[in-house]
């Protein structure tokens, strides 16, 4: 059975840093399209960043470009979120997705539509 199990959220000061942890297990593959998604209350679920097993391709939104770094260590099946200079509208709950790619295929958020899901850690920036 496929299970992600997010940890490293918290409180912190803008300026401040974050580092998230997304552990993976219960996939018959070792190429995994992974990523992490935040949904700040009100608002719809949006893409941070993602990266691939495989390739080590990595999309970052925009907002987070420059300051924040998605990394795995496929020897422990996890992926990380580094987040540095944290803003106050980085605050949201923060959520890990994976779903099995072949490394052929692109690794973006538009893959995600039918991935696995984490339940979730919380982060919250104040000013």
């Known amino acids: 059975q496929v299970q992600l199990v997010e940890s490293g959220g918290g409180s912190v000061q803008a300026g401040g840093s974050l580092r998230l942890s997304c552990a993976a297990s219960g996939y018959t593959s070792s190429s995994i399209c992974m990523g992490w998604f935040r949904q700040a209350p009100g608002q719809e679920r949006e893409a941070v960043a993602t990266?691939?097993?495989?390739?080590?391709?990595?999309y970052y939104a925009d907002s987070v470009n420059d300051r924040f770094t998605i990394s795995t260590d496929n020897a422990k099946s996890t992926v990380y979120l580094q987040m540095n200079s944290l803003k106050p509208e980085d605050t949201a709950m923060y959520y890990c997705g994976a779903i099995e790619l072949s490394p052929y295929n692109l690794c973006y958020p538009g893959q995600f539509s039918s991935a696995d899901w984490g339940q979730g850690t919380e982060v919250t920036v104040s000013s």
């Open positions: 990266t691939h097993t495989g390739t080590s391709a990595t």
